[in-house]
């Protein structure tokens, strides 16, 4: 019997990789920057090889189940990164083929917040919960639902995509092509963008004029330094996300949302002006019922773990043996 299956989280700049067991045990971890292969084709090369000398070192490849791949703009239908704004390679990428053909084993990929969700589904905030949302806050927005306790994928495995739903009318550029997208104003370039305006609109000292590295987590510790125009950045992204989330409720109906990725690591500099913004905008009848909840598994435990999860659903397949 294979009791193992390995979990992939492929991110902006970081690919992780790990074995994971049949109790939800990590049992061994590694990673490189993905940034370093900007061809597709020589990062599915590398990543194989990495793949292999990895269960070969810890278990051995002949008790490898299958694989699970968390990937931005991953479609768990097709199997492929489709139409990635964020990512470095574009079009539609078949990810799941080319690693089960240079593997020899099953490989499922799902999005990154598909895989978030089937984590925190198993193993962190969402246990035991049957209708969720999971919202993932990194460098773009996304989210996945869950209903009656199985996945939302929508009819071409699309759905959930709030981040690409519209906040302001003919409002920024998104990394999608259109424009006012929620994840525009509340991801990492969009916080980023509103730093600058908030700068521009006033004369007002703010350490974050002196920073050589402006990003959310600058930002952040600039609010920890009671800097008011800091503040202010994280009350706007909290105001546009607090929208965002309420309508996203108002449709689906959940027990939570649960926020993970680092911008959420905001504290209360954003989830202080999110849930006010959520609650005045919320459907009435739902008003004060839904939790605002954080993800109690950090990133790279959650993601690799919900990629785990991804692993043990695909059917066995062996090319080799």
């Known amino acids: 019997m294979k009791t193992y299956v390995a979990g992939v989280d492929i991110s902006y ?3 992780t990789y790990a ?10 971890k590694d990673s490189f920057i993905t940034n370093d292969y900007p061809n597709v084709n020589d990062f599915v090369a590398h990543l194989t090889e990495c793949l292999v000398m990895f269960f070969e070192d810890h278990c051995g490849y002949d008790r490898i189940r299958s694989v699970g791949v968390s990937v931005p703009s991953g479609n768990f239908i097709s199997g492929s990164i489709v139409n ?4 470095q390679w574009s079009g539609v990428i078949p990810l799941a083929a080319l690693l089960r053909d240079r593997l020899g084993l099953a490989v499922a990929l799902a999005n990154d917040g598909h895989a978030r969700a089937l984590g925190e589904f198993t193993y962190g905030s969402a246990r035991g919960m049957k209708d969720f949302v999971l919202v993932a806050l990194g460098h773009g927005l996304g989210s996945t639902f869950f209903s009656q306790g199985r996945v939302h994928l929508g009819a071409e495995g699309f759905g959930g995509e709030i981040g690409h739903s519209c906040i302001v009318e003919g409002g920024r550029t998104c990394g999608c092509g259109r424009q006012g997208c929620l994840e525009a104003y509340c991801a990492h370039n969009g916080i980023i963008q509103t730093a600058h305006e908030v700068m521009e609109e006033s004369s007002e000292p ?32 909290g105001y546009f996300l607090g929208i965002g989330l309420a ?33 005045e905008h919320v459907f009435r009848n739902i008003k004060g019922k839904v939790k605002l909840l954080p993800s109690v598994l950090t990133d790279m435990e959650r993601d690799v773990l919900g990629a785990s999860v991804l692993a043990w659903s695909v059917k066995e397949y062996s090319l080799f043996i």
């Open 13 to 15: 700049d970081r690919t």
């Open 19 to 28: 074995i994971v067991d049949l109790r939800g045990a990590i049992i061994a």
């Open 84 to 87: 990635s704004p964020n990512m």
């Open 206 to 237: 703010s350490l974050m004029r002196s920073l050589t590295d402006l990003n959310p987590k600058t930002i952040k510790e600039c609010c920890d330094e009671g800097d008011a125009l800091a503040i202010e950045v994280y009350r706007r992204t």
């Open 247 to 279: 309508n996203y409720a108002s449709v689906i109906n959940p027990e939570a949302i649960i926020l993970s990725g680092g911008i959420a690591r905001a504290g209360h500099w954003l989830t202080d002006p999110m849930e006010e913004s959520f609650e």
